[in-house]
């Protein structure tokens, strides 16, 4: 079964600064892997896609990068904003098709 | 607009009722999901489905049934069997492989 673990569970960073968030999946067999948005109460906000033969993705400040034989993946934000507060979730797709999240980290950018 | 409707938002049921979420996406997407959300955690996986007709138990598919008549629709019953169902409950939709997952603005379950 796949497990994927997310820290931290939560973050707190004055604005402007850089913020990394790390996901890790114990079965490297996957046909990617994505990272989410979610504000309070809402649905989830697709941000990066990573397929299982990509290093990196990048949209604006935000950086995915993934190392599949060692089951992990790092998201940056650059220049952090209080509108990035919220909670990022990770998600891998195996190849059974199932898709497995983390718990997610809390982001909050303290103004 | 393209895009994963799911209703009603809130959603309030009995001790012993049964009760169906409704998922539908427009988007042409062979595949479905369904999750439960508890509050501090993570997404848990109660079923998916791959093509119309077939589908398959996640993680916490116990008190939950799901059907897939139609490409589109992919509707979710809590059963009286699910005994602790207050949850928060997300749709989603993709193509098989390779491709975003989209979600639903979800449905918020409480028993009462």
């Known amino acids: 079964k796949q497990e994927v673990t997310q820290i931290p569970a939560a973050l707190s960073v004055p604005e402007g600064e850089n913020l990394v968030l790390n996901c890790s999946f114990t079965d490297s067999a996957i046909y990617n892997l994505q990272w989410f948005r979610q504000d309070p109460g809402k649905g989830l906000t697709s941000l990066l896609l990573i397929q299982s033969s990509q290093r990196e993705q990048t949209s604006g400040r935000l950086n995915a990068s993934l190392d599949k034989s060692s089951g992990r993946s790092t998201l940056y934000i650059a220049a952090s904003q209080p509108g990035d507060s919220a909670t990022y979730l990770c998600a891998v797709q195996s190849n059974d098709y199932k898709l497995s999240f983390g718990a997610g980290t809390t982001v909050t950018v303290r103004a | 607009d393209g895009g994963i409707t799911q209703s009603p938002k809130y959603l309030f049921r009995k001790e012993g009722q049964n009760v169906t979420l409704s998922c539908e996406q427009n988007?042409?997407?062979?595949?479905m999901y369904w999750y439960r959300q508890d509050p501090g955690q993570g997404l848990r996986l109660i079923y998916y489905s791959q093509i119309v007709n077939d589908f398959q138990k996640g993680d916490i598919a116990e008190g939950y049934s799901v059907s897939r008549e139609k490409k589109e629709s992919f509707p979710l019953t809590v059963t009286s069997a699910q005994k602790n169902p207050t949850a928060f409950y997300l749709c989603a939709s993709g193509r098989i492989t390779n491709t975003e997952a989209f979600f639903g603005q979800g449905t918020r379950l409480t028993v009462v």
């Open positions: 988007l042409n997407h062979d595949a």
